[in-house]
Nanobody, 125 residues
């Protein structure tokens, strides 16, 4: 199992910002597609954003214009910059790695092979 590790979650007031980070020991992230998902209490896990191996990006409608996915190849780290946070962004956020179709910006959990344990993001209203 590949150790995928997220960090950067926390408690923030509405309107604030957080930056999540994701690393994966033993993998060169440039070789894979990647994604961020989130799961709120009582809800299913949903896609937040994806990043294909070629650099293609996509965002779920509710975060467009507020969140930004990126990757630093030198640090082998993926990021999710979250600005203008809203109460409804509260969830556990998961980093995932797509080894099955890395050239795609995959939007389904089924497309991802490796998952982190998640990092809690709590936005107070």
């Amino acid at each position: 199992q590949v150790p995928v590790v997220e960090s950067g979650g926390g408690l923030v007031q509405a309107g604030g910002s957080l930056r999540l980070s994701c690393t994966a020991a033993g993998l060169i992230l440039d070789d894979y597609g990647m994604g961020w998902f989130r799961q709120a209490p009582g809800k299913e896990r949903e896609i937040v954003s994806c990043l294909s191996r070629s650099g293609g990006r996509s965002y779920t409608a509710s975060v467009k214009g507020r969140f930004s996915i990126s990757k630093d190849s030198a640090k082998n780290t993926m990021y999710l910059q979250m600005d203008s946070l809203k109460f409804e962004d509260t969830a556990i956020y998961y980093c995932a790695i797509n080894s099955r179709s890395p050239w795609d910006c995959a939007m389904s959990t089924a497309d991802y092979s490796y998952w982190g344990q998640g990092t809690q993001v709590t936005v107070s209203s």
